[in-house]
Protein backbone atom coordinates (compact mmCIF):
# COMPACT_ATOMS: atom_id res chain seq x y z
CA UNK A 1 0.00 0.00 0.00
CA UNK A 2 1.21 3.69 -1.07
CA UNK A 3 2.27 6.25 1.56
CA UNK A 4 -1.06 8.38 0.39
CA UNK A 5 -3.13 5.23 0.67
CA UNK A 6 -6.41 6.31 2.80
CA UNK A 7 -6.68 9.75 1.77
CA UNK A 8 -8.78 8.96 -1.53
CA UNK A 9 -10.05 4.82 -1.45
CA UNK A 10 -8.67 4.03 -4.76
CA UNK A 11 -7.34 7.27 -6.62
CA UNK A 12 -3.83 8.13 -7.34
CA UNK A 13 -2.49 11.54 -5.92
CA UNK A 14 -1.17 12.93 -8.87
CA UNK A 15 1.71 15.84 -8.01
CA UNK A 16 3.13 18.07 -10.25
CA UNK A 17 6.80 19.59 -10.50
CA UNK A 18 8.69 20.69 -13.13
CA UNK A 19 9.77 17.52 -14.36
CA UNK A 20 5.93 16.54 -15.03
CA UNK A 21 3.41 14.59 -13.21
CA UNK A 22 4.29 11.47 -11.60
CA UNK A 23 2.21 9.16 -9.65
CA UNK A 24 2.25 7.73 -5.99
CA UNK A 25 5.47 5.14 -5.61
CA UNK A 26 2.35 2.57 -4.72
CA UNK A 27 0.44 2.64 -8.13
CA UNK A 28 3.49 2.32 -10.57
CA UNK A 29 4.76 -0.86 -12.70
CA UNK A 30 6.72 -2.89 -10.14
CA UNK A 31 9.75 -4.31 -11.84
CA UNK A 32 10.83 -6.45 -8.36
CA UNK A 33 9.25 -7.18 -4.79
CA UNK A 34 12.57 -5.34 -2.80
CA UNK A 35 12.37 -2.25 -5.61
CA UNK A 36 9.09 -1.60 -4.36
CA UNK A 37 9.46 -2.05 -0.67
CA UNK A 38 12.31 0.65 -0.84
CA UNK A 39 10.54 3.25 -2.71
CA UNK A 40 7.10 2.55 -0.83
CA UNK A 41 8.54 2.36 2.49
CA UNK A 42 10.13 5.98 3.12
CA UNK A 43 12.70 6.41 6.06
CA UNK A 44 11.60 8.72 8.04
CA UNK A 45 11.65 8.86 12.21
CA UNK A 46 7.88 10.51 12.12
CA UNK A 47 6.40 7.54 10.52
CA UNK A 48 4.57 5.99 13.76
CA UNK A 49 3.45 9.46 15.34
CA UNK A 50 0.08 8.66 16.88
CA UNK A 51 -2.36 11.24 18.09
CA UNK A 52 -4.38 10.70 21.40
CA UNK A 53 -6.95 12.55 23.20
CA UNK A 54 -6.55 13.35 26.56
CA UNK A 55 -9.33 11.26 29.17
CA UNK A 56 -12.05 13.73 29.75
CA UNK A 57 -11.24 15.15 32.95
CA UNK A 58 -8.15 16.85 31.46
CA UNK A 59 -10.09 18.53 29.16
CA UNK A 60 -11.81 22.05 29.90
CA UNK A 61 -15.57 21.61 30.08
CA UNK A 62 -18.77 23.83 29.84
CA UNK A 63 -17.17 26.39 27.20
CA UNK A 64 -19.23 28.75 24.83
CA UNK A 65 -17.43 28.64 21.69
CA UNK A 66 -17.67 31.27 19.80
CA UNK A 67 -20.01 30.64 16.81
CA UNK A 68 -19.00 33.70 14.66
CA UNK A 69 -18.50 33.25 11.13
CA UNK A 70 -14.76 33.42 10.75
CA UNK A 71 -12.33 30.87 9.61
CA UNK A 72 -10.11 31.53 12.44
CA UNK A 73 -9.04 28.84 14.61
CA UNK A 74 -10.47 30.70 17.86
CA UNK A 75 -7.44 29.16 20.08
CA UNK A 76 -4.32 30.35 21.00
CA UNK A 77 -1.96 28.48 23.54
CA UNK A 78 1.57 29.08 25.12
CA UNK A 79 3.52 27.38 27.82
CA UNK A 80 1.10 28.61 30.57
CA UNK A 81 -2.20 29.69 29.56
CA UNK A 82 -5.03 28.89 26.65
CA UNK A 83 -7.00 31.28 25.59
CA UNK A 84 -10.68 31.01 23.66
CA UNK A 85 -13.47 33.24 22.14
CA UNK A 86 -16.29 32.90 23.43
CA UNK A 87 -19.83 33.87 23.20
CA UNK A 88 -20.52 37.06 24.41
CA UNK A 89 -23.98 39.01 24.62
CA UNK A 90 -23.33 42.68 23.82
CA UNK A 91 -19.54 42.67 22.55
CA UNK A 92 -16.51 40.13 22.11
CA UNK A 93 -14.47 38.28 24.69
CA UNK A 94 -12.27 35.38 25.56
CA UNK A 95 -11.22 33.24 28.24
CA UNK A 96 -7.83 33.08 29.50
CA UNK A 97 -7.34 29.53 31.52
CA UNK A 98 -4.31 28.58 33.08
CA UNK A 99 -3.34 25.25 31.45
CA UNK A 100 -3.76 23.01 34.86
CA UNK A 101 -7.53 24.58 34.80
CA UNK A 102 -8.94 21.57 33.48
CA UNK A 103 -12.65 20.09 34.23
CA UNK A 104 -15.69 22.08 34.26
CA UNK A 105 -15.40 26.06 33.76
CA UNK A 106 -17.96 28.04 35.75
CA UNK A 107 -19.87 30.06 33.83
CA UNK A 108 -19.25 33.23 36.12
CA UNK A 109 -15.26 32.63 35.47
CA UNK A 110 -13.76 36.10 34.21
CA UNK A 111 -13.31 36.73 31.02
CA UNK A 112 -11.19 39.22 29.00
CA UNK A 113 -14.21 41.63 27.63
CA UNK A 114 -13.56 44.67 26.53
CA UNK A 115 -14.09 44.72 22.50
CA UNK A 116 -17.54 46.18 21.98
CA UNK A 117 -17.66 43.32 18.98
CA UNK A 118 -17.02 39.76 18.43
CA UNK A 119 -13.57 39.25 18.47
CA UNK A 120 -12.20 37.41 15.40
CA UNK A 121 -8.80 36.36 16.46
CA UNK A 122 -6.06 36.57 19.40
CA UNK A 123 -2.65 35.75 19.60
CA UNK A 124 0.35 35.25 22.40
CA UNK A 125 3.06 37.29 22.17
CA UNK A 126 6.22 34.85 21.30
CA UNK A 127 8.12 37.07 23.67
CA UNK A 128 5.87 37.50 26.82
CA UNK A 129 3.43 34.83 27.63
CA UNK A 130 1.21 36.85 29.32
CA UNK A 131 0.42 39.04 26.73
CA UNK A 132 -1.73 38.56 24.11
CA UNK A 133 -3.56 40.35 21.07
CA UNK A 134 -7.01 40.52 20.26
CA UNK A 135 -8.51 41.54 16.67
CA UNK A 136 -12.23 42.05 16.58
CA UNK A 137 -15.25 43.09 14.07
CA UNK A 138 -15.37 46.46 15.90
CA UNK A 139 -12.48 47.29 14.13
CA UNK A 140 -9.87 47.60 16.68
CA UNK A 141 -6.61 45.59 17.94
CA UNK A 142 -6.41 45.33 21.85
CA UNK A 143 -3.22 44.43 23.42
CA UNK A 144 -3.79 42.56 27.32
CA UNK A 145 -1.56 41.97 30.02
CA UNK A 146 -2.62 38.64 31.59
CA UNK A 147 -1.84 38.40 35.63
CA UNK A 148 0.58 35.74 36.06
CA UNK A 149 -1.59 33.33 37.75
CA UNK A 150 -4.30 34.15 35.45
CA UNK A 151 -7.68 35.88 35.76
CA UNK A 152 -9.36 36.55 39.35
CA UNK A 153 -11.67 39.88 37.83
CA UNK A 154 -12.99 40.33 34.04
CA UNK A 155 -10.35 42.14 32.24
CA UNK A 156 -12.01 45.03 30.47
CA UNK A 157 -8.93 47.75 29.79
CA UNK A 158 -6.45 47.11 27.47
CA UNK A 159 -2.85 48.36 28.11
CA UNK A 160 -3.27 49.62 24.36
CA UNK A 161 -6.05 50.11 22.07
CA UNK A 162 -4.38 50.11 18.21
CA UNK A 163 -7.26 52.17 15.96
CA UNK A 164 -5.79 52.07 12.17
CA UNK A 165 -8.60 49.90 10.62
CA UNK A 166 -12.06 51.03 8.89
CA UNK A 167 -13.39 47.04 8.96
CA UNK A 168 -13.46 44.25 11.20
CA UNK A 169 -9.94 43.36 12.07
CA UNK A 170 -9.63 39.01 11.28
CA UNK A 171 -6.04 38.63 11.45
CA UNK A 172 -3.58 38.95 14.40
CA UNK A 173 -0.45 38.20 14.16
CA UNK A 174 2.89 38.83 16.36
CA UNK A 175 6.49 39.20 14.86
CA UNK A 176 8.49 36.04 15.25
CA UNK A 177 11.75 37.71 16.50
CA UNK A 178 11.42 41.66 17.09
CA UNK A 179 9.81 42.74 20.21
CA UNK A 180 6.39 44.03 20.33
CA UNK A 181 5.61 44.43 16.60
CA UNK A 182 2.10 43.24 15.81
CA UNK A 183 0.82 42.87 12.12
CA UNK A 184 -3.05 43.31 11.72
CA UNK A 185 -5.17 42.49 8.57
CA UNK A 186 -8.74 44.04 8.27
CA UNK A 187 -11.70 43.45 5.95
CA UNK A 188 -10.41 46.74 4.49
CA UNK A 189 -8.16 44.94 2.91
CA UNK A 190 -5.25 46.75 4.52
CA UNK A 191 -2.36 45.23 6.43
CA UNK A 192 -1.17 47.13 9.23
CA UNK A 193 2.66 46.82 11.37
CA UNK A 194 2.08 48.49 14.75
CA UNK A 195 4.82 49.15 17.55
CA UNK A 196 2.81 48.33 20.30
CA UNK A 197 5.22 49.66 22.76
CA UNK A 198 4.53 52.80 21.39
CA UNK A 199 0.89 52.15 19.83
CA UNK A 200 1.73 53.58 16.57
CA UNK A 201 0.85 52.20 13.47
CA UNK A 202 4.83 52.08 11.62
CA UNK A 203 3.71 50.28 8.34
CA UNK A 204 0.48 50.67 6.70
CA UNK A 205 -0.21 47.91 3.73
CA UNK A 206 -3.40 49.55 2.33
CA UNK A 207 -2.79 49.44 -1.66
CA UNK A 208 -1.72 45.66 -2.35
CA UNK A 209 -4.90 43.71 -2.09
CA UNK A 210 -8.16 44.38 -3.95
CA UNK A 211 -10.32 41.61 -2.39
CA UNK A 212 -10.31 40.40 1.38
CA UNK A 213 -6.77 38.94 2.68
CA UNK A 214 -7.71 35.20 3.98
CA UNK A 215 -4.15 35.17 6.29
CA UNK A 216 -1.36 36.46 6.43
CA UNK A 217 2.12 34.70 7.98
CA UNK A 218 5.68 35.97 8.73
CA UNK A 219 8.64 33.85 7.74
CA UNK A 220 11.22 32.74 10.03
CA UNK A 221 13.09 36.04 10.69
CA UNK A 222 10.10 38.09 10.08
CA UNK A 223 11.99 39.95 6.89
CA UNK A 224 8.70 38.99 4.57
CA UNK A 225 5.10 38.57 5.10
CA UNK A 226 3.01 35.45 2.56
CA UNK A 227 -0.78 36.59 2.15
CA UNK A 228 -3.71 34.58 0.85
CA UNK A 229 -6.76 36.79 -0.48
CA UNK A 230 -9.69 35.91 -1.81
CA UNK A 231 -8.71 37.59 -5.40
CA UNK A 232 -7.42 34.00 -5.70
CA UNK A 233 -3.42 35.37 -5.46
CA UNK A 234 -0.76 34.14 -2.84
CA UNK A 235 1.38 37.01 -2.47
CA UNK A 236 5.12 37.15 -0.83
CA UNK A 237 5.62 40.73 0.39
CA UNK A 238 8.73 43.29 2.21
CA UNK A 239 6.34 45.33 4.55
CA UNK A 240 9.49 47.53 4.69
CA UNK A 241 9.80 48.33 1.47
CA UNK A 242 6.37 47.95 0.56
CA UNK A 243 6.80 45.90 -2.10
CA UNK A 244 5.29 42.91 -3.82
CA UNK A 245 8.42 39.98 -4.17
CA UNK A 246 6.22 37.34 -5.62
CA UNK A 247 3.01 36.51 -7.05
CA UNK A 248 0.94 33.96 -8.34
CA UNK A 249 -2.53 34.15 -9.68
CA UNK A 250 -4.82 31.18 -9.21
CA UNK A 251 -2.81 29.46 -6.72
CA UNK A 252 -6.10 27.41 -6.18
CA UNK A 253 -8.44 27.62 -9.06
CA UNK A 254 -11.35 27.14 -6.39
CA UNK A 255 -13.49 29.82 -4.77
CA UNK A 256 -13.39 28.70 -1.14
CA UNK A 257 -10.82 30.28 0.95
CA UNK A 258 -7.08 29.55 0.86
CA UNK A 259 -4.14 29.77 3.30
CA UNK A 260 -0.71 30.39 2.81
CA UNK A 261 2.79 29.85 5.30
CA UNK A 262 6.13 30.02 5.51
CA UNK A 263 8.30 26.92 6.01
CA UNK A 264 11.63 27.51 7.54
CA UNK A 265 13.12 27.59 3.82
CA UNK A 266 11.82 29.69 2.65
CA UNK A 267 9.25 28.53 0.32
CA UNK A 268 5.52 28.85 0.58
CA UNK A 269 2.79 26.26 1.64
CA UNK A 270 -1.03 26.61 0.41
CA UNK A 271 -4.34 25.17 0.99
CA UNK A 272 -7.29 25.73 -1.21
CA UNK A 273 -9.88 24.09 -3.61
CA UNK A 274 -10.14 22.95 -7.10
CA UNK A 275 -12.05 24.18 -9.42
CA UNK A 276 -14.05 20.87 -8.15
CA UNK A 277 -14.20 21.84 -4.96
CA UNK A 278 -11.59 19.43 -4.25
CA UNK A 279 -9.17 20.64 -1.01
CA UNK A 280 -6.05 20.79 -2.48
CA UNK A 281 -2.22 21.42 -0.84
CA UNK A 282 0.66 23.01 -2.52
CA UNK A 283 4.47 23.90 -2.19
CA UNK A 284 5.82 26.84 -3.86
CA UNK A 285 9.33 28.69 -4.35
CA UNK A 286 8.83 32.31 -4.34
CA UNK A 287 11.72 32.20 -6.80
CA UNK A 288 9.64 30.79 -9.60
CA UNK A 289 6.00 30.75 -8.27
CA UNK A 290 5.37 29.92 -12.00
CA UNK A 291 4.50 26.17 -10.98
CA UNK A 292 3.92 24.50 -7.97
CA UNK A 293 6.76 22.07 -6.67
CA UNK A 294 4.15 19.75 -5.52
CA UNK A 295 0.33 19.98 -5.87
CA UNK A 296 -1.71 17.48 -4.05
CA UNK A 297 -5.68 17.04 -4.48
CA UNK A 298 -6.99 15.76 -1.22
CA UNK A 299 -10.63 15.18 -0.42
CA UNK A 300 -14.53 16.73 -1.16
CA UNK A 301 -14.74 18.49 2.01
CA UNK A 302 -15.93 21.84 1.78
CA UNK A 303 -14.13 23.02 5.31
CA UNK A 304 -11.18 25.65 5.37
CA UNK A 305 -7.81 23.27 5.74
CA UNK A 306 -6.08 25.11 8.39
CA UNK A 307 -2.43 24.38 8.65
CA UNK A 308 0.39 24.17 11.62
CA UNK A 309 4.01 24.20 11.05
CA UNK A 310 6.43 22.67 13.68
CA UNK A 311 9.90 24.40 11.96
CA UNK A 312 12.05 22.06 13.66
CA UNK A 313 10.65 18.72 12.24
CA UNK A 314 9.56 20.15 9.09
CA UNK A 315 5.65 18.27 9.97
CA UNK A 316 2.48 20.21 8.49
CA UNK A 317 -0.66 19.24 10.33
CA UNK A 318 -3.59 19.92 8.54
CA UNK A 319 -6.88 20.75 10.48
CA UNK A 320 -9.99 21.40 8.46
CA UNK A 321 -12.63 23.37 10.17
CA UNK A 322 -15.82 20.99 10.88
CA UNK A 323 -13.49 18.02 10.35
CA UNK A 324 -13.15 15.19 12.73
CA UNK A 325 -9.62 14.94 11.89
CA UNK A 326 -5.80 16.32 11.80
CA UNK A 327 -3.86 15.29 9.07
CA UNK A 328 0.04 14.88 9.37
CA UNK A 329 2.78 15.37 6.49
CA UNK A 330 6.50 15.66 6.40
CA UNK A 331 8.32 18.00 3.72
CA UNK A 332 11.43 17.28 2.37
CA UNK A 333 13.96 17.89 -0.26
CA UNK A 334 12.94 14.85 -2.12
CA UNK A 335 10.68 13.91 -4.10
CA UNK A 336 7.52 14.48 -3.97
CA UNK A 337 8.37 16.79 -1.54
CA UNK A 338 5.47 16.80 0.72
CA UNK A 339 5.08 12.97 2.32
CA UNK A 340 1.70 12.18 4.18
CA UNK A 341 2.73 10.54 7.52
CA UNK A 342 -0.86 9.72 9.15
CA UNK A 343 -4.11 11.08 10.43
CA UNK A 344 -5.53 11.27 13.87
CA UNK A 345 -9.39 10.49 13.54
CA UNK A 346 -11.96 11.41 15.83
CA UNK A 347 -16.00 11.09 16.26
CA UNK A 348 -16.60 15.00 16.97
CA UNK A 349 -16.18 17.56 14.43
CA UNK A 350 -13.65 20.60 15.41
CA UNK A 351 -15.27 24.00 15.25
CA UNK A 352 -11.21 25.38 16.39
CA UNK A 353 -7.59 24.66 17.02
CA UNK A 354 -4.96 25.49 19.24
CA UNK A 355 -1.54 24.66 18.52
CA UNK A 356 1.10 24.78 21.20
CA UNK A 357 4.81 26.01 21.09
CA UNK A 358 7.75 23.24 21.12
CA UNK A 359 8.78 24.67 24.60
CA UNK A 360 5.55 23.86 26.04
CA UNK A 361 5.76 20.48 25.01
CA UNK A 362 6.84 17.39 27.51
CA UNK A 363 10.01 15.87 26.20
CA UNK A 364 10.17 12.83 28.53
CA UNK A 365 6.67 11.64 26.75
CA UNK A 366 8.22 12.25 23.39
CA UNK A 367 5.85 14.54 22.80
CA UNK A 368 6.27 16.63 19.18
CA UNK A 369 2.95 18.52 18.78
CA UNK A 370 0.02 19.62 20.97
CA UNK A 371 -3.38 20.46 19.78
CA UNK A 372 -6.84 21.75 21.57
CA UNK A 373 -9.45 20.91 19.96
CA UNK A 374 -12.41 23.28 20.07
CA UNK A 375 -16.03 21.47 20.22
CA UNK A 376 -19.43 23.16 20.87
CA UNK A 377 -19.17 23.36 24.44
CA UNK A 378 -15.76 22.01 25.64
CA UNK A 379 -11.02 21.99 24.32
CA UNK A 380 -10.07 18.77 24.38
CA UNK A 381 -5.91 18.72 24.03
CA UNK A 382 -4.42 16.42 21.80
CA UNK A 383 -1.13 14.95 22.46
CA UNK A 384 1.17 13.54 18.96
CA UNK A 385 4.23 11.43 20.28
CA UNK A 386 7.35 9.53 18.94
CA UNK A 387 7.08 6.12 20.47
CA UNK A 388 10.78 5.03 21.58
CA UNK A 389 11.53 2.75 23.95
CA UNK A 390 14.71 4.42 25.79
CA UNK A 391 13.88 6.89 28.39
CA UNK A 392 16.31 9.22 27.63
CA UNK A 393 16.49 13.02 26.11
CA UNK A 394 15.66 12.60 22.25
CA UNK A 395 17.96 14.90 20.89
CA UNK A 396 16.97 13.92 17.05
CA UNK A 397 13.23 14.56 17.82
CA UNK A 398 14.28 18.10 19.85
CA UNK A 399 16.68 19.96 17.62
CA UNK A 400 16.94 23.41 19.69
CA UNK A 401 13.92 25.53 19.52
CA UNK A 402 13.21 29.29 18.82
CA UNK A 403 13.09 30.15 22.76
CA UNK A 404 10.84 33.27 24.22
CA UNK A 405 13.89 35.96 23.69
CA UNK A 406 13.43 38.73 21.09
CA UNK A 407 16.41 38.57 19.08
CA UNK A 408 15.55 42.77 18.38
CA UNK A 409 13.91 45.59 19.60
CA UNK A 410 11.16 46.91 17.22
CA UNK A 411 12.83 50.01 16.69
CA UNK A 412 15.99 47.95 14.92
CA UNK A 413 13.69 45.71 13.32
CA UNK A 414 11.37 49.02 11.51
CA UNK A 415 15.11 50.40 10.96
CA UNK A 416 16.18 47.28 8.72
CA UNK A 417 17.93 44.91 10.89
CA UNK A 418 16.76 41.20 10.78
CA UNK A 419 17.64 38.02 13.06
CA UNK A 420 16.65 35.04 13.27
CA UNK A 421 15.08 33.70 16.20
CA UNK A 422 17.33 32.91 19.25
CA UNK A 423 17.54 29.64 20.32
CA UNK A 424 17.19 27.33 23.12
CA UNK A 425 17.83 23.90 24.52
CA UNK A 426 15.02 21.69 25.68
CA UNK A 427 17.02 19.18 26.58
CA UNK A 428 15.89 19.71 30.81
CA UNK A 429 12.81 20.15 30.01
CA UNK A 430 11.20 24.45 29.24
CA UNK A 431 11.47 27.03 32.68
CA UNK A 432 9.69 29.92 31.90
CA UNK A 433 12.48 32.67 33.24
CA UNK A 434 11.28 34.52 36.83
CA UNK A 435 11.89 37.98 35.76
CA UNK A 436 11.53 37.72 31.95
CA UNK A 437 7.90 39.46 31.72
CA UNK A 438 9.40 42.72 34.02
CA UNK A 439 12.17 42.89 31.34
CA UNK A 440 9.75 43.48 28.79
CA UNK A 441 7.54 45.67 30.81
CA UNK A 442 10.53 48.21 31.45
CA UNK A 443 11.09 48.37 27.55
CA UNK A 444 7.23 49.42 26.33
CA UNK A 445 3.93 50.54 27.84
CA UNK A 446 3.05 46.85 28.46
CA UNK A 447 1.41 47.38 32.29
CA UNK A 448 1.40 51.10 32.81
CA UNK A 449 -1.15 53.57 32.56
CA UNK A 450 -1.48 55.71 29.97
CA UNK A 451 -0.94 59.30 30.97
CA UNK A 452 -3.19 62.08 29.37
CA UNK A 453 -0.79 64.55 30.10
CA UNK A 454 0.17 66.48 26.48
CA UNK A 455 2.99 68.74 27.79
CA UNK A 456 0.65 71.34 28.13
CA UNK A 457 3.20 73.08 30.93
CA UNK A 458 5.41 73.72 28.26
CA UNK A 459 3.88 77.58 27.42
CA UNK A 460 4.94 79.82 29.89
CA UNK A 461 3.31 78.81 33.13
CA UNK A 462 6.67 78.99 36.56
CA UNK A 463 8.10 75.16 36.52
CA UNK A 464 6.27 74.57 40.17
CA UNK A 465 2.70 75.61 39.00
CA UNK A 466 3.58 73.44 35.93
CA UNK A 467 4.54 70.96 38.35
CA UNK A 468 1.00 71.16 40.97
CA UNK A 469 -0.68 71.40 37.75
CA UNK A 470 0.19 68.03 36.38
CA UNK A 471 -0.42 66.62 39.66
CA UNK A 472 -3.83 67.35 39.91
CA UNK A 473 -4.74 66.38 36.36
CA UNK A 474 -2.90 62.79 37.47
CA UNK A 475 -5.11 62.49 40.44
CA UNK A 476 -7.48 63.69 38.34
CA UNK A 477 -7.27 61.12 35.55
CA UNK A 478 -6.28 57.98 38.33
CA UNK A 479 -10.39 59.03 39.55
CA UNK A 480 -11.87 59.02 35.96
CA UNK A 481 -9.77 56.08 35.38
CA UNK A 482 -11.12 53.88 38.11
CA UNK A 483 -14.88 55.29 37.89
CA UNK A 484 -14.35 53.77 33.95
CA UNK A 485 -13.09 50.89 35.52
CA UNK A 486 -16.00 50.55 38.24
CA UNK A 487 -18.43 51.11 34.65
CA UNK A 488 -16.86 48.42 32.93
CA UNK A 489 -17.12 45.77 35.44
CA UNK A 490 -20.48 46.25 36.10
CA UNK A 491 -21.45 45.56 32.51
CA UNK A 492 -19.46 42.80 32.81
CA UNK A 493 -21.45 41.25 35.58
CA UNK A 494 -24.53 42.51 33.97
CA UNK A 495 -23.48 40.46 31.08
CA UNK A 496 -22.84 37.48 33.14
CA UNK A 497 -26.17 37.75 34.93
CA UNK A 498 -28.17 38.51 31.93
CA UNK A 499 -26.73 35.36 30.28
CA UNK A 500 -27.54 33.06 33.24
CA UNK A 501 -31.23 34.40 33.52
CA UNK A 502 -31.86 33.60 29.16
CA UNK A 503 -30.47 30.38 30.38
CA UNK A 504 -32.87 29.66 33.09
CA UNK A 505 -35.74 31.10 31.02
CA UNK A 506 -34.42 28.58 28.32
CA UNK A 507 -34.86 25.42 30.43
CA UNK A 508 -38.47 26.61 31.88
CA UNK A 509 -39.22 27.48 28.29
CA UNK A 510 -38.01 23.87 27.22
Given at each position: ????????????????D????????????R??????????????????V???A?????????????????????????????A??????G?????????????R????????????????D???????????????????????Q???????L???????????H??????????????????????????I???????E????????H????????????????????????????D???????A?????????????????????????G??R??????A?W????????????E??????????????????????????????Y?????E??????????????????????????????K????????????????I???????????????????????????????F???????????L?H?Y?????R??K?VK???L???????????L???P???????????????D??????????D????Q????S????????IA?
Amino acid sequence: MGQWAGLRGADVPVFRDSGGIFEEPGNVARPNQADTMRRVVRQSKFRHVFGQAVKNDQCYDDIRVSRVTWDSSFCAVNPRFVAIIIEASGGGAFLVLPLHKTGRIDKSYPTVCGHTGPVLDIDWCPHNDQVIASGSEDCTVMVWQIPENGLTLSLTEPVVILEGHSKRVGIVAWHPTARNVLLSAGCDNAIIIWNVGTGEALINLDDMHSDMIYNVSWNRNGSLICTASKDKKVRVIDPRKQEIVAEKEKAHEGARPMRAIFLADGNVFTTGFSRMSERQLALWNPKNMEEPIALHEMDTSNGVLLPFYDPDTSIIYLCGKGDSSIRYFEITDESPYVHYLNTFSSKEPQRGMGYMPKRGLDVNKCEIARFFKLHERKCEPIIMTVPRKSDLFQDDLYPDTAGPEAALEAEEWFEGKNADPLLISLKHGYIPGKNRDLKVVKKNILDSKPTANKKCDLISIPKKTADAASGQNEAKLDEILKEIKSIKDTICNQDERISKLEQQMAKIAA
